[in-house]
């Protein structure tokens, strides 16, 4: 084990992609390492120069998504499907994103508002939000990006799946289902 990160400026955040790892320090500046063959891991150059400052990094299969302090989001690494382009609705200055991830071919961000955005492979259901979800009336308020599947935690405490679900993995427990207060 190699510690990493010097003591003036520390690790804060650690994310793992598909065959890459990130590391946040707390200047808000980033390392990476692992496979890059396709762009995933390589840093932009605004970023590396500290032109802009990362808040927060999700980290995909093969595509990076990461948050900037503006509220606004940066998307590199393998395009196939759109997972790293960054749709227009998530720019907006008076309704700015305030958390990112990227799953396996899709990416998922949350505006101020609770509104979800997905975007990406949408053959398996991972960008097919929910009526209803992620509204001015039911908000998220945390979005989390799987291999083919999306979660968002509503500001109600309930808690949303969507997208491919071979594995069960869009299967809510029954305590998330129907809670039982006070055990």
Do not use: K, M
Request: glycine share 14%; charged share 15%; proline share 7%.
């Amino acid at each position: 084990v190699v510690p990493f990160g010097p003591e003036d400026n520390p690790v804060r955040n650690i994310v793992a992609g598909g065959s890459y790892t990130f590391a946040q320090l707390a200047d808000g500046g980033i390392s990476v390492w692992g496979t890059a063959s396709n762009g995933w891991a390589i840093i932009p150059d605004e970023i590396l120069n500290g032109d802009v400052v990362v808040t927060q990094i999700g980290a995909g299969s093969q595509q990076t998504i990461v948050l900037l302090e503006d509220g606004t989001i940066r998307g590199w690494g393998r395009n196939n499907y759109g997972q790293a382009d960054v749709p227009t609705e998530t720019q907006q200055p008076d309704n700015p994103v305030i958390q990112v991830d990227s799953g396996g071919w899709h990416s998922v961000a949350l505006l101020e508002d609770g509104t979800v955005v997905c975007w990406g492979r949408t053959d398996r259901g991972a960008c097919d939000i929910p009526p209803g979800i992620g509204t001015s009336s039911n908000p998220a308020i945390q979005v989390a990006a799987g291999g083919d599947h999306t979660v968002a935690l509503l500001a109600d405490g309930s808690v949303v799946c969507w997208g491919q679900n071979s594995f069960g993995q869009c299967n809510l427990p029954a305590e998330l289902i129907d809670p039982v207060r006070d055990r």
